[in-house]
């Protein structure tokens, strides 16, 4: 392919693709030496037992005949007939011809002579082929067993099922073709055109002959680049699709028998449109392709082209690929030109000039080939009307093969040279006695072509800025949509890939794998024991004498030997079920507190829990993962690499902790590590879109466009198949039924609500405009907790009137008598969450990863990738995450209008209203903070964090002093997922409300979650003060001094109530 290269490619320059500097040395003439063993199951026409003989040829030269020997009567005969050819590198029967041109052998039956017959008669009964591409893997011989396919009316047609009618072959050469570095750096490359689908309707098997061809041009020898023609398509009519599999065909012409032209062991085999990598492959385009390709007309050649390329030429063809990316694949028609003899057509007498018909292009993407690993592109390919200046815009390519070669007498007069097949040495020999005068007329229309190309080449490069006239008969294809199915593949990849095994080999010379531990739990005794002692005996100063302790210790050991048989009796009874030993806090609780404590800015104490996690169960990957997380939030990137390598060590086949070994090698720029993790998690788990989308971020920070395309397209691929699968499930549940539509365009929800006065109000748009509602309505997502859990016994028993809102919002509909609702009412009911559909592209998939790690660094990557594949606009998914970035950085302003365009976008978005209450809460406007809040807890689907929406409103609550609403949105926050922080809302409120009793329950579960927060002290000590319980109410203080209590105003409170009551201070 001619391309303008460097500072030379002005304009009316034409610059070539420069020869290779040094000549490769000439190759030794060697002969390929042919022996035809045994025939099989042969059957003549005359009888069973015929006179027969062999006849081998290649390349178009008759190489000889066998003797003439009888068959036998069991069909078999001993040719044992040896012939050969020399291969030459530089001119016939090179390399590239051994590719791509089998060995035919053609078995004949001499017929008995009839009277007064003078020469005997012979018909064909069969045609072998032998294919020679084992000589380019580098063997020096092999045998093997061809099938002898029948010629049309051969007795072999009719032979027994069960014959098996073939020639044993042996071939074999002195030396290999090839030598090490060929072998090596060279490589295969096979061109397969199935065929053009949905063709003009002006195509009409009747009328005067056509040859339908397709051409392209690869490089072959060093940069030299020659034509790859595939004539003679066959032109069909729609009303069936082409059956698969089906063979592949040989690109030679003149083949006796049928069978004879089908390579053997090859196949097309189709595929899923999805799968393809060409064009016409989304789901979309799915109808238009299956009427193309079964009912519209279609031309069809089903040929297979090998080419050899030597190691010069493979990385041609690299360089080539990430220059050009598109190849440019050429298709017209030609007229099949006849003439009789002594009379000379117009194009004989060469007075065309050289326009050619229905000029057609297609560009194919070759990019894919650079992909590590990959071998193979297929796929459909648009054809477009051939414009010079568009195909330079697209390919770099400076002028047409099919219209620069010559004249189209040059096209059908080249067609055994092009078509049957072109090759870099194109001088075709019939055979071996054959006079010189063929030769030298095939050399001079070569000589001609050449010419003829220099001279249009010149012009064409010069005519590109000129005004390109319009191809008419080209845009038909355009009009009638027509595309090719073509197929490319190479033996070996250009870019290799890692093997799996190789990448995790790396991966355990960096991180070591790590043994289980044994879980020791003698030290977890001492601390056990303390617990019962403070909790239960309420003892945590010394003893005044040794009687006092002796006494304590022995009440204290019957305690423990009674748990000890109870436990015992637990575990050997076979009628009871073994029962784990209750504790107060579970690790998925524990990481709800460290969360909570990231959200309030509390990291310290986010930290401890972390670490808890840790002290419990050093085992476990989540938990090394988590507090690695927390490290990235931090900016201890140490930290967080030790945690995510100690959690690959654990388990060396987790995706995620691959992942975030790779993201934490990138932030500190260890980038030939991050490769080898990002690249080991595609290999373990190939369906990742995470994975994939990251190593094409990882790709982008390398600048290395292709491979960023190839992840990218994976990631892509995958996504449509999984959104396909799951539109199949969700047709297959709803069993082809229409969709239920809302009866009215006013959807309200009945909800388990704060407010005393609630208010059902239709969807309204920030403009006041009614909002439609979608088809469906999504469910309510909620937790079940059995009946027998602490905190669902507390629930009922701290709230009855829970259970009553249904009653009550049945109540809350009122109107005035202009049929306008009553605003007399504050706070509204917000309607049915509209919640609009989650944009499906990788990118938004890939950040709500990193926005859970904190990997922030990719997010604003990722980020820049999803604005970009909106075609529509950013997505409010994208400005909420984006509104997320701007909170965690403290810009609050960035933040707001990130948080009104997602409003704007979907009004009805539970996580934008959630979003902006916390923007407020946090930049201290409460007031809007609330409404925001109320709004959101009252749409059907929670938000994503609905738990600090409630933590947050509860607070709210109690700084404005609506106890009842604070402890109505505290429980709704415990029947949730209870926390320390939950119950102890509750139990504020219940105090505040002066329902002592409700309030020391709340405080004890919390105190039972977290012994260690000194504001669930402090209340305790004002219940047990309010109680009349001394002890207690000293104890309890003095755990909260001791826990630094920080609430000034709360400490204050208490030295009044101490006062008050006379006790409550050990001071005093």
Not at 171 to 192: A, K, Y
Not at 890 to 912: G, M, T, V
């Amino acid at each position: 392919m001619a391309v303008l290269s460097g500072q030379a490619s002005k304009r009316g320059s034409l610059i070539l693709a420069p020869p290779s500097s040094i000549e490769a040395p000439l190759s030794p003439i060697k002969p390929v030496q042919i022996t035809v063993l045994e025939a099989r199951d042969l059957k003549g026409v005359k009888g069973d037992t015929p006179v027969t003989y062999v006849r081998a040829e290649y390349n178009g030269v008759i190489l000889g005949d066998s003797l003439k020997i009888d068959v036998s009567s069991d069909g078999t005969v001993k040719y044992n007939f040896t012939t050969s050819f020399e291969y030459n590198s530089d001119g016939p029967n090179s390399l590239d011809d051994i590719a791509h041109k089998p060995l035919f052998l053609t078995v004949i039956e001499v017929l008995p002579k009839e009277k007064k017959q003078k020469e005997e008669k012979t018909v064909a009964l069969g045609q072998a082929v032998v294919d020679l591409l084992p000589l380019l893997e580098g063997q020096c011989s092999f045998r093997a067993t061809v099938p002898l396919h029948p010629v049309p009316g051969s007795p072999l047609e009719s032979l027994r099922p069960d014959a098996k009618c073939g020639l044993e072959v042996s071939v074999s050469i002195q030396e290999s073709l090839l030598s090490v570095s060929q072998l090596s750096g060279g490589n295969l490359l096979r061109v397969t055109l199935e065929a053009a689908y949905s063709v003009p309707e002006v195509f009409v098997p009747t009328g005067p002959q056509q040859n339908y061809m397709v051409c392209l041009q690869v490089p072959t020898v060093g940069e030299k680049e020659y034509p790859l023609a595939f004539k003679n398509g066959i032109l069909k009519l729609g009303g069936e699709k082409e059956p698969i599999p089906r063979p592949k065909k040989w690109p030679i012409s003149n083949i006796l028998a049928p069978g004879a032209q089908n390579i053997p062991d090859s196949f097309i085999v189709g595929g899923p449109y999805e799968e393809e990598d060409g064009e016409l492959n989304k789901t979309e385009d799915r109808e238009f392709r299956i009427q193309a390709e079964s009912i519209k007309k279609r031309i069809v050649w089903d040929l297979e082209r090998r080419c050899y390329l030597d190691p010069p030429a493979v990385l041609s063809l690299q360089k080539r690929i990430a220059e050009c990316r598109y190849w440019p694949v050429e298709i017209t028609r030609v007229p099949v030109v006849t003439s009789t003899k002594g009379k000379s057509s117009k194009l004989d007498k060469g007075d065309d000039d050289g326009q050619i018909f229905f000029h057609g292009v297609a560009y194919v993407n070759m990019v894919p080939l650079l992909y590590p690993g990959v071998k193979r592109i297929r796929g459909a390919f648009r054809v477009f009307a051939y414009q010079d200046s568009e195909v330079f815009g697209k390919t770099k390519c400076l002028f047409s093969i099919l219209r620069d070669l010559g004249h189209q007498a040059n096209l059908n007069k080249l067609g055994p040279v092009i078509a049957a097949a072109s090759s870099p040495h194109s001088k075709a020999m019939p055979s071996r006695n054959q006079k010189e005068d063929k030769m030298t007329k095939e050399k001079d229309v070569l000589r001609k072509m050449s010419t003829t190309l220099k001279s249009q080449v010149s012009e064409t490069a010069i005519e590109t800025e000129a005004t390109v006239c319009q191809n008419l008969e080209g845009q038909q294809y355009v009009d009638a949509g027509t595309f090719l199915v073509m197929e490319i593949e190479l033996a070996k990849a250009l870019v290799p890939k890692r093997l799996p095994e190789e990448l995790a080999s790396r991966v355990k010379e960096m991180i070591p794998p790590r043994p289980q531990l044994p879980r020791r739990s003698a030290g977890a005794k001492k601390h056990a024991v303390v617990k019962i002692v403070r909790e239960k005996y309420l003892r945590t100063t010394a003893f005044n004498n040794l009687e006092q302790l002796q006494a304590f210790l022995s009440e204290l050991y019957v305690y423990l030997v009674d748990q000890m048989h109870i436990a015992l009796n637990q575990i050997l009874s076979q009628e009871s079920t073994v029962v784990a030993s209750p504790t107060f806090t579970s690790c998925e609780q524990l990481r709800l507190f460290a969360h909570e404590a990231e959200v309030n800015e509390d990291y310290a104490l986010a930290s401890v829990y972390y670490q808890e996690r840790l002290a419990r169960d050093r085992q476990i990957v989540q938990h090394w993962l988590d507090y690695g997380a927390f490290c990235l939030l931090m900016e201890e990137n140490i930290k967080a690499q030790e945690c995510f390598r100690e959690a690959l060590s654990l388990n060396p086949s987790h995706l995620h902790s691959l992942l975030l070994c790779g993201i934490i090698a990138v932030m500190m720029e260890h980038y030939e590590e991050a490769e080898i993790f990002f690249e080991d998690a595609t290999c373990l788990e190939p369906s990742s879109i995470l994975s994939w989308t990251l190593l094409g971020l990882f790709y982008e920070i390398q600048e290395n466009d292709i491979r960023v395309e190839m992840a990218f397209h994976e990631a892509n691929k995958l996504l449509k198949a999984r959104l396909a699968k799951e539109k199949n499930i969700t047709e297959a549940a709803e069993g082809g039924g229409k969709k239920l539509h809302t009866v009215s365009a006013t959807v309200l929800r009945t909800v388990t609500s704060p407010q005393e006065d609630t208010l059902l109000v239709p969807d309204e748009a920030p403009d006041g405009s009614p909002k439609v509602q979608p088809d469906s309505v999504e469910p309510v997502v909620t937790i079940q907790l059995p009946e027998d859990d602490p905190a669902v016994k507390l629930t009922k028993k701290l709230s009855p009137t829970l259970s009553k809102n249904k009653e009550t919002s049945q109540k809350v509909m009122k109107k005035t008598s202009g049929g306008a609702l009553d605003p007399s009412h504050a706070v509204a009911l917000v309607p049915l969450s509209g919640l609009s559909q989650p944009s499906h592209t990788i990118f938004m998939e890939t950040i709500h990863f990193l926005m859970e790690v904190n990997a922030l660094q990719f997010v604003h990557r990722a980020l820049a990738h999803e604005l970009l594949c909106q075609q529509e606009g950013p997505s409010c998914e994208y400005y909420l995450v984006l509104a997320q970035t701007h909170l965690l950085k403290k810009d609050f302003s960035k933040a707001e209008e990130c948080l009104r365009e997602a409003i704007q976008i979907d009004y009805l978005n539970p996580n934008a209203w959630a979003q902006k209450g916390h923007l407020c809460y946090l930049s201290g406007n409460l007031s809007e903070a609330k409404e925001c809040y109320e709004r959101t807890i009252s749409f059907v689907t929670d938000a994503s964090e609905i738990h600090f929406v409630y933590l947050r409103l509860g607070s709210i609550y109690l700084k404005e002093k609506e106890y009842d609403k604070a402890k109505r949105t505290y429980m709704l926050a415990c029947k949730k997922s209870s926390s320390c922080l939950t119950w102890l809302g509750v139990g504020i409120a219940c105090y505040r409300l002066k329902e002592i009793a409700e309030a020391e329950d709340a405080l004890s579960e919390a105190n039972a979650l977290n012994n260690n927060n000194a504001e669930v002290w402090a209340y305790l000590a004002l219940v047990c003060m309010q109680g009349g319980r001394q002890l207690e109410a000293e104890q309890s203080y003095k755990y909260a001094m001791k826990l630094e209590l920080k609430n000034e105003e709360l400490l204050q409170e208490i030295h009044e109530v101490q006062r008050m009551v006379g006790f409550g201070n050990p001071s005093f």
